[in-house]
């Protein structure tokens, strides 16, 4: 019995022992104990350091449950980073209304729960403000365009940051490639300029250079980067490592491409103005003078009538000369204001071709070249041929051709007119002037369309006009919804054509 009881009291002792060292133990700990009652979700027990966190006394919590403290945001969600390790991170409310962070351990009995609580304001504050930065910094790349890397010789390897990934690999991913990768990403024509970039870097020692070229991604894109690069040395001397930025500056760089293209053809057609306002004073003083001369002879004493009839003559054909550059001036501004007006009816082709004759043959007589024929060419296989088109304007790029043709050419045949082909139902009528003349250099093929260029051979003597003859052409093929193009060998001759894409009626 007595070792019974003696047993009971060693018992009691021990338990009273044990409450008081908890006792002791729970007043003391230096964070927060609260003790909730599961049925009633009340707190039955806080120690003083949990009154002193949220500000409450101890009767004043005991009357609260947990839903007193919580801040109700949604923030609570967010904040639960911290259940990995088995607690919960989130904001609380005191009582002077201040919200601090708090992370919560909560273990369960069948009957209450223990929550150990401890104040991690601050340490969040920071954790959150390191985490803002790395956001904004990779935000800022992204933005940017620019990466950071780093190279180690003893791996070979380029490691990189997510952006870099991106301008690699158009895509976000783990990012590490060798040397010899970052090589084959390069743009075939960049590899031997990389390479030996960095090789004279590191053999000249030196400790930053700066490079831009061009990469093509696994997708086929071609980008162009600029490249910063910093180089640390080991105490021999030896390249350790190396790391930099790398920069996605493709905009950037079309942009200053299409500045320096908008540039070159400000500086272009400055030069083409230039040279038109030389050539366009050449052509108007020359028939003027001309004709001055003509007139002062005319208008003396000693002229018989032959050389005033030739006089005459004469005149007639410099203000032809004058008027149509005059003509060509208007139609051009016309052209390029948009103020050009095209009347569309249907034209009888074949007649328009035959009522074309007389004037072209009259300008091969005025130019005096007695070696050269004009054959007409239309379709004698058919009826009738209509085109939809402006007949002024189709005359106008006939003569105009035609024009040009005489000239280029000294003897042989000019054929004008047209050719008809079908596909598909379709008819196309392709009009056409074809000379033996000089013919074009194939590398001059291109621009001869544009206003105000002109050719001519060294050996033979400047022709007249002002280079806008073929501008009009091919303004007015446009206009009708249509093309003009040129074929030509040189020495042999030259072949304009040109087509619209307007109805045709063929019987
Ligand atoms: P222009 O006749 O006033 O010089 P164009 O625009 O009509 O201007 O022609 C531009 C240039 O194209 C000419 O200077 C000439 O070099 C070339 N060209 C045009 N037609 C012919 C042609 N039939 N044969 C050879 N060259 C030609």
């Not at 208008?299 to 008027?323: G, H, Y």
């Amino acid at each position: 019995m007595t070792s019974l009881s003696s047993g009971g009291f060693i018992k009691r002792l021990f338990a009273r022992i044990t409450f008081n060292r908890y006792k002791e133990v729970f007043d003391k700990a230096g964070y927060a104990i609260m003790l909730i009652d599961n049925a009633t979700n009340r707190f039955i027990k806080v120690n003083k350091a949990a009154c002193g966190l949220f500000g409450y006394t101890n009767e004043e919590l005991q009357k609260m449950t947990p839903l007193d403290i919580s801040t109700e945001s949604e923030e609570d969600e967010l904040l639960s980073s911290g259940k990995a390790e088995g607690s919960v991170i989130r904001p609380a409310r005191c009582k002077d209304g201040r919200i601090i962070i708090i992370r919560v351990q909560t273990s369960y009995s069948e009957k209450f729960h223990v929550s150990l609580i401890s104040d991690v304001t601050e340490e969040y504050s920071i954790r959150r403000a390191l985490e803002l930065n790395e956001e904004r910094l990779r935000e800022a790349q992204r933005i940017g365009h620019f990466g950071w890397w780093e190279f180690r010789p003893e791996t070979n390897k380029y490691i990189g940051s997510e952006e870099i990934s991106r301008i690699f690999y158009d895509e976000t991913r783990d990012l590490s490639f060798t040397f010899q990768e970052n090589i084959a990403f390069t743009h075939p024509e960049d590899r031997s300029y990389l390479i030996s970039a960095i090789e004279d870097a590191i053999e000249k020692k030196k400790e930053s250079f700066s490079l831009s070229y061009r990469i093509i991604t696994p997708q086929g894109r071609v980008k162009a980067v600029a490249v910063n690069s910093n180089i640390k040395y080991d105490d021999n001397g030896r390249q350790a490592y190396r790391y930099g930025t790398c920069q996605d500056i493709t905009e950037t760089q079309k942009i200053m491409d299409d500045l320096i293209a908008a540039r070159r053809q400000a500086e272009e057609s400055d030069r083409l103005k230039t040279t038109f306002l030389a050539n366009f004073s050449h052509e108007i003083r020359t028939p003027l003078n001309a004709m001055l001369g003509f007139l002062n002879i005319l208008t003396s004493m000693d002229t018989n009538d032959e050389e005033k009839a030739e006089m005459v003559r004469l005149i007639e054909i410099n203000s032809q000369r004058l008027l149509r550059l005059i003509n060509d001036m208007i139609d051009m501004s016309r052209i390029e204001s948009n103020s050009m007006e095209i009347k569309y009816t249907n034209v009888d082709i074949n007649n328009f071709v035959s009522s074309m004759a007389s004037s072209l043959n009259y300008e091969l007589d005025a130019a005096g070249k007695r070696n050269l024929v004009l054959i007409p060419v239309t379709d004698t296989t058919k009826k009738a041929v209509f085109q939809y088109i402006d007949e002024l304007r189709l005359s106008q790029i006939l003569s105009n051709l035609v024009s040009n043709a005489i000239k280029f050419t000294d003897e042989g045949e000019i054929k004008y007119g047209y050719r008809i082909s079908r596909s598909e139902n379709r008819y196309t009528i392709t009009y056409f002037v074809s000379d033996t003349g000089q013919g074009i250099r194939s590398d001059r093929l291109d621009d001869i369309f544009q206003p105000f260029v002109q050719y001519w051979n060294e050996d033979v003597p400047k022709v007249q006009g002002a280079g806008l003859g073929l501008a009009i052409c091919k303004r007015l093929t446009e206009l009708m919804k249509g093309r003009i193009w040129v074929e030509s060998i040189q020495g042999k001759g030259s072949s304009f054509l040109f087509t619209f894409n307007t109805p045709v009626m063929i019987e």
